[in-house]
């Protein structure tokens, strides 16, 4: 059974700029979150969708954004990239029906803001 | 103060030395705790979970809850130079219906010297 997919796994971009991330979750989850890793803050939760809706969201500001598809394909956006967005972004899918929370993440796509 | 807090670390051990890993919170809501293990460039996965208070054993791993003292723990038995890793503990409540959300520890890395 395949894992979480992300792409790309490594970017670069400008200050600025916008990104756009893709996740595709393990066959037959349909909840999907999203995190960003950093060494300073560690995992910061950014939003969960679950059938196309955001379900839960963070702290983050507005240029944060993110949506599901109907396959249950989730991406997320940054806009106006700001030197301290570097980070790790992490998608993770969750079993439908979970009663532990358990999440199995993908490998990540690395963004580096110059 | 933060929900979870846990010691980044570095730590740094022998091969075969016992190791043990720990996190404290503040949110009594709380239900499940988890570890995940994450290696450089990869993304964290579970490697042991349990439900409120108690201990559980895995092979040469031992997940300990004090929901009293609001501090789990993670032992590692032989430690081995695969160990070596970023250990992260997650806690989980309800928020919102059954929908279960993780908050994580800013994670431990962890060398196993041979």
């Known amino acids: 059974k395949a894992g979480v997919t992300q792409t790309p796994r490594y970017l670069i971009k400008t200050r600025g700029q916008q990104v756009t991330l893709s996740c595709s979750p393990i066959s037959g989850h349909r909840s999907v979150s999203w995190y960003q890793q950093t060494p300073g803050q560690g995992l910061q939760f950014l939003f969960e969708?679950?059938?196309?809706?955001?379900?839960n969201k963070g702290n983050f500001p507005g240029r944060f954004s993110g949506r599901q598809f109907s396959n249950s394909r989730s991406e997320m956006n940054v806009s106006t990239l700001e030197l301290g967005d570097s980070a790790l972004y992490l998608c993770?899918?969750?079993?439908?029906?979970?009663?532990?929370?358990?999440?199995?993440f993908g490998e990540g796509s690395r963004l580096t803001v110059l | 103060q933060k929900e979870v807090e846990q010691d980044p670390g570095p730590l740094s051990v022998p091969e075969g030395a016992i190791v043990s890993l720990n996190c404290t919170y503040s949110?009594?809501?709380?239900?499940?705790f988890m570890w995940y293990r994450q290696y450089s460039r990869k993304g964290p996965e579970l490697l042991m979970y349990t439900y409120s208070s108690g201990n559980k054993e895995d092979g040469r791993f031992t997940a300990q809850v004090d929901k009293s003292s609001k501090y789990i723990s993670l032992f590692i038995r032989d430690s081995q130079p695969s160990d070596s890793a970023t250990y992260l503990c997650a806690m989980s409540a309800i928020s919102g219906g059954s929908n279960y959300k993780l908050t994580f520890g800013k994670g431990t890395l962890l060398t196993v010297n041979p």
């Open positions: 969708y679950f059938s196309e809706t955001q379900r």
């Open positions: 993770a899918s969750k079993r439908a029906g979970s009663n532990t929370g358990e999440l199995f």
């Open positions: 949110n009594s809501a709380f239900q499940y």
